[in-house]
């Protein structure tokens, strides 16, 4: 097995005024890419060759940390770029979903205020993230590239915090670029279709 670098789901502009072209463009080709370009390599002969992507990013946490990284990465991009669409954000939760935020997070404004905070209060690098643990919702964050699965969690909704994500958009604005993607481009039925298999 070797990691493959999916297409993105919309095009490079598709995500304007709030994630510009030429963000995704570095994003995508250049740091999405050597995640899978490096993980590749650093899985092969790793024992973990024929496990998926879930499976390697937990079995290579705490032991194989350049593997973990990259393979980390690539989980959470994969579906980072699936977490967004063109007219996402408010007014777009399907019910099952919104009735979970409202039973579990205290409803879309709290979960919104939590979640933002987790974003802007990630010390350096890392995600946010909205996962499922034994059956409830939870706001997360994480540093670099580890996310709830290896904290016996199943991530439905992230944001990728990394300067990288934003920086060209934003510059240092690290809170302006979260609304903005909160509130825009989240594409709440792909969350949904996660907590549906979570």
Known sequence: ????????????????????????????DKHHQA????????????????ESLEEIVKKSFGTNQGLFNNAGQHYNHIHFWKWMTPKGGK???????????TS??????????????AGAGQFGSGWAWIAVRD??????????GENPL???ATPILGVDVWEHSYYIDY???RPKYLEAWF??????????ELLSKA
């Open 1 to 28: 097995m070797s990691f493959q670098l999916p297409d993105l789901p919309y095009a490079y502009d598709a995500l304007g005024p709030y994630m510009s072209a030429e963000t995704l463009e570095y994003h995508h």
């Open 35 to 50: 995640y899978v370009t490096n993980g590749s390599k650093l899985l092969d002969g790793s024992g973990l060759e024929n």
């Open 91 to 101: 007014g777009t939760l399907p019910g099952e979903l919104d009735a979970k935020i």
């Open 104 to 117: 579990d997070l205290g409803g879309y404004d709290k979960a919104r205020e939590d979640f933002l905070a």
């Open 135 to 144: 059956g409830k919702l939870e706001i997360m964050k994480t540093p670099n």
């Open 150 to 152: 290896v904290h016996g």
């Open 171 to 173: 510059r240092n604005a």
């Open 183 to 192: 509130d825009n481009l989240v594409n709440w039925e792909y969350a949904a």
